[in-house]
Every structure is written in C-alpha cells, then in structure tokens.
C-alpha cells in the first residue's frame, strides 16, 4: 500500500509543474465539491449505455458535467471517450444498429427523448473535432453558417458576430482582410480556432473537444489551450485528451475510462495525486495506454 501511494505521488511531482502547482496541493474537501456540483451541474449523465448490434460500447455511466469547468476524459484508445463526448450531442445518431439506454439531462432536458428537438440540443452543445473541419466556404460564411441555421440575417448583426468570436479565438488581426477568401486556405492552427468561433457564434453552453489539439503543432496547441482555460468563464467545457500533461495543465475534473466504463473520476489533483483505483494507477504510470 505504501508503494502504490509513493508510485502516485510520483506521477503527481512529474506532471505537476505542468500547472504551477506545489505536489503538495491539498484536494478540496468532498463536502466543498458537492456543494459546487449541487450549483453548477448542467448535464447529468444517468446509467447510460450504448450499443452498436451486439458490442456493449458504453457501460451504465453515470457522470456530473459541470458549467465552468474544464473536464478532461482520459483512457486509452478504444475505451469509449469519443463515444461518451458524441452521445452528449447526438453525434452519434447516423451509426447503424445503434441502441441507447439511459438519459442525458441538459438542463433538465432528456436529450434522448422523443420529442427532443436535436437543432436545439446541438445549439446549446457545440463540438471540436479532432480535425478541424472547416465548410467549403468563405472564413465569414463559416462563422455566420449556424447563425443563419438560427435565422439570423440581419447583415450588421452578422458582421459583429463575425469580428467579436475570430477576436475572441485571436484570429481576428490574421484574417480580417481576407474575411471572404476560402478558409481552406487557412493553416491547420487557424482552421481549429475558426471552427471554434463557428461553435461559439452559436453561444452554446458546452464546448465538447476531441482531441482537438493533436493534430497541432505546439504552439498551435497552446493557443488552444489558452482559449479554453480563458473560455471556461463562460462555457463548460469537455474534452477528451492522450496527454495526460494536458490535463494536469487545464483541467478542473479528470474522468478516467476502461472498457466503456468510467473507473474513476475527481479532480486532477485528487485524480493525479491520489489514485484509489488499481487501473487507474497503472494507466497513470504507463503500464499501458
């Protein structure tokens, strides 16, 4: 028992610079933590599973999303994560032989109701792609393209959506002179913020990111990072990440998955510093990913 907890703290003092924190950090109490849940949760994830024909994806998860708040999804490849964060909008609809069970309130709204409205549902969650994923259209088209969806058309109205969010993904300075030239023509960096302040031109309530700094480079990577950490005053955000120092770095939750199941969730430090689950260790200390 000794070792596994020296082995965590180890893990922790690696990654901890990463933050700025002291190893020493203390966690916040558990009554603190319910009492910031019980204020701020806005979609709550109830026994859900997933099916695709006969292979069980998502395995009865039960989670707390919180607004606000940077939560990371960790585990390794296959284990569900892309999964969990695209049942959280309904991107995952279009899959054949699909079958879902349980809920996912947003609001109080059962997304996976009947009568759930998936314009609506989309509009309050928006989705990062691994990839960036412009439209094959203009820089401005592509802010104002879910504005329009929303039926907004109102020229002046667009013009100021479009400078205020490629301002606040600091892309405004790079594009504003060329605002209708074709966002392909953007690098790989640029089209990421881009489609973020297309999400964000919506003012939805979530952020969901896949990975949606791995295929950047590094400094590309920070900028992203940079957005999310100062977009969390207004957003909750929820991504899914490989780099356990991403993490540690941005991260106010850490859910931790194996075999479409979540095996262990809290805060990062608590999570980083104090791991209470067997796997999670391991997968801490690299003896798989």
């Known amino acids: 028992m000794e070792k596994e907890k020296s082995d965590s703290a180890r893990i922790f003092n690696r990654f901890a610079f990463w933050k700025g924190h002291q190893a020493e950090v203390e966690s916040p109490s558990k009554s603190s933590e319910t009492e910031e849940k019980n204020g701020n949760a806005v979609i709550d994830i109830e026994n859900l599973n997933i099916y695709i024909r006969d292979n069980h994806i998502l395995k009865n998860v039960n989670l707390t999303l919180l607004d606000k708040k940077i939560t990371c999804i960790i585990g390794p490849s296959g284990c569900g994560k892309t999964t969990l964060l695209r049942s959280i909008n309904r991107m995952i609809d279009t899959t054949e032989h699909l079958r879902v069970e349980g809920r996912v309130l947003v609001d109080g709204e059962d997304i996976y109701d009947r009568k759930a409205e998936i314009t609506h549902i989309r509009k309050k969650i928006g989705l990062l792609s691994q990839r960036p994923t412009p439209l094959p259209m203009s820089i401005y088209d592509n802010v104002t393209y879910g504005c329009r969806i929303h039926g907004i058309r109102n020229r002046k109205v667009l013009d100021a959506t479009v400078e205020k969010y490629l301002r606040g993904v600091n892309l405004w300075e790079e594009v504003k002179d060329r605002l209708h030239n074709p ?27 896949d990975e949606s700094t791995s295929a950047l ?61 067997e796997l999670t260790k391991q997968y801490l200390s690299g003896v798989f990913s």
């Open 183 to 209: 966002a392909s023509a953007l690098s790989i960096g640029q089209q990421q913020r881009l489609c973020l302040a297309r999400g964000l031109a919506v003012e939805p309530q979530f952020i969901l990111a």
């Open 217 to 277: 480079d590094p400094i590309s990577s920070k900028h992203i990072e940079d957005l999310f950490a100062k977009l969390r005053e207004r957003y909750g955000i929820i991504m899914v990440t490989h780099t356990l120092r991403q993490a540690l770095r941005i991260a106010d939750y850490v859910v931790f998955m194996y075999m479409g199941e979540v095996i262990e969730q809290g805060t990062a430090e608590e999570l980083f510093k104090n791991p209470q689950h």
